[in-house]
Nanobody, 126 residues
Framework: QVQLVESGGGLVQAGGSLRLSCAASGRTFSSDLMAMGWFRQAPGKEREFVAVAGWSGGSTYYADSVKGRFTISRDNAKNTVYLQMNSLKPEDTAVYYC?????????????????WGQGTQVTVSS
């Protein structure tokens, strides 16, 4: 089992930045070849893919809506994955979830992920 805890959410003005963190406990996700992803869910909308980092951290993939503004990274020694969010827009407002998938690829579907955090709220004001 893997437990995931997100932190770093909050209220920020448009154009600002936030850095989300996701700390994993339980099994070491690097040794289990865990891909780590970030998803988000805005009110009244389905949860959508944001970004994923492969198990080694050397490969990443982003949703078109955040490409060039968000950066995903991971520190396997600390069992932590990060999401640096710059140039935030009001449409980025959502609950952001960290997730782990036992995969050597870059999974992007909700169903690909077995483990989920509880979410952290990000609100971007205009």
């Amino acid at each position: 089992q893997v437990q995931l805890v997100e932190s770093g959410g909050g209220l920020v003005q448009a154009g600002g930045s936030l850095r989300l963190s996701c700390a994993a406990s339980g099994r070491t996700f690097s040794s289990d070849l865990m891909a780590m992803g970030w998803f988000r869910q805005a009110p009244g909308k389905e949860r959508e893919f944001v970004a994923v980092a492969g198990w080694s951290g050397g490969s990443t993939y982003y949703a078109d809506s955040v490409k060039g503004r968000f950066t995903i990274s991971r520190d396997n020694a600390k069992n932590t994955v990060y999401l640096q969010m710059n140039s935030l827009k009001p449409e980025d407002t959502a609950v952001y979830y960290c997730a782990a998938a036992r995969s050597v690829g870059l999974p992007r579907g909700n169903g690909d992920y077995a483990y989920w955090g509880q979410g952290t709220q990000v609100t971007v004001s205009s």
